[in-house]
Every structure is written in structure tokens, then in C-alpha cells.
């Protein structure tokens, strides 16, 4: 007679998601241990779903990023030890895929076309105007967490170009100024 093997648990380590989380310290949210008891209890049920099933890799990174809003380095070796992948392996998907984020990203997201059609219409004074009013680089978000840039080849508005998107509303036809203004309404709620 031979034995069935329990199926092993998946467990996080508290203090350690704990500690990770709390690095952004700005974000409310990860100040509250109850909200982070209920990522934990999710994180673990996902790598437990899907242990050592390596080619769920993307589909469990997607539903960390949504359980977390982005995938810290010490979630993405839990997730390397659950699917029993290499810790470099979950990092060079994520590195590799816009969609993924190893920083919280902001509560307005925005995305500055920097195609060909943006380019040439001026898309960079945009960029380098919002930087400079915000302090904000590509990537990154401010420290009170309002906003966060990315720079991005196309949005597929050529038309109306330059383009941005702000939580993936397009802003057409900008200059420096309007862009600047679009989101000074988004900071005070007007949009």
C-alpha cells in the first residue's frame, strides 16, 4: 500500500510581509495590520492554487499586482519559492512587462506617448514639464503618492497627438500648459 503524500501549505512569513509592505511608508493602507493579515491570507491561498506550477508564473503575478497594486521584491521570491522557479527568473518577467510594477504606483497613472507622431509634436516639453512641476521621475511616483509616470511608445492616438492618459483617459492635443492643468484638476478632484 503506498502512501499519498499530504499536500504541502504554502505559508508567508508575517514580520517579513510586514517589514516589505512598510517600506512605503506614505501608504496608509500598509500601516493597517488587518489590511495586511487579508494580503497575506490571499498571497497565501494563490501560491497554495499554485504550487510549483511554473507555468502559471504570469497569471499569478497579475493577481499579486492586483491584490497589492505592485509586486515587492520580497513577494516576488515567495512567489519564486511557491511556482519553484529562481528568484531572477520572476524578476526578469516583471522587468519585462510594462503591465508589472516592483513600486506602489499612484493613485493618477500617467502614461506620455513618446511615439514618433507625440515626438514630433512635442511630447518631450510635456514630459520634461511634468517632471520638473512634480518632481516626478519616469517610472516613479511622487511621494505623496498622486501621481506616478510612465513613458510609453504609443497610446495609439497618433491623431491626437501628443497624448497622455491619466488612469487610461486620453488627454489629446496637449502642450506643456495643458497637460500641466489637466492634472492639477485631477489633484483637486475636478476630473
Not at 8 to 13: S, V
Not at 30 to 49: G, P
Not at 86 to 104: L, N, Q, R, T
Request: with cysteine; charged share 30%.
Amino acid at each position: 500500500m503506498s502512501v499519498i503524500p499530504k499536500k504541502e501549505k504554502y505559508k508567508i512569513d508575517q514580520n517579513q510581509l510586514v517589514k516589505e509592505l512598510r517600506k512605503f511608508i506614505d501608504e496608509e493602507r500598509f500601516q493597517d495590520d488587518e489590511y495586511i493579515e487579508r494580503i497575506k491570507a490571499r498571497l497565501n491561498e494563490i501560491l497554495e492554487e499554485n504550487y510549483k506550477k511554473q507555468e502559471n508564473l504570469i497569471e499569478v503575478l497579475h493577481e499579486v499586482q492586483g491584490l497589492i497594486g505592485f509586486i515587492p521584491k520580497y513577494v516576488q521570491k515567495e512567489v519564486a519559492k511557491g511556482l519553484d522557479l529562481a528568484p531572477g527568473e520572476v524578476s526578469s518577467v516583471i522587468s519585462f512587462y510594462a503591465h508589472f510594477s516592483e513600486k506602489p504606483k499612484g493613485k493618477y497613472q500617467i502614461a506620455i506617448c513618446k511615439g514618433t507622431a507625440c515626438y514630433v509634436k512635442g511630447s518631450v516639453d510635456i514630459i520634461d514639464r511634468i517632471k520638473k512641476e512634480y518632481d516626478l521621475k519616469a517610472g516613479e511616483s511622487t511621494d505623496d503618492g498622486l501621481f506616478s509616470l510612465e513613458i510609453v511608445r504609443c497610446l495609439g492616438a497618433c491623431g491626437l497627438g501628443p497624448v497622455m492618459t491619466v488612469n487610461g483617459k486620453a488627454h489629446g492635443l496637449l502642450n506643456a500648459e495643458k497637460a500641466v492643468n489637466i492634472l492639477q484638476k485631477y489633484e483637486n478632484n475636478q476630473m
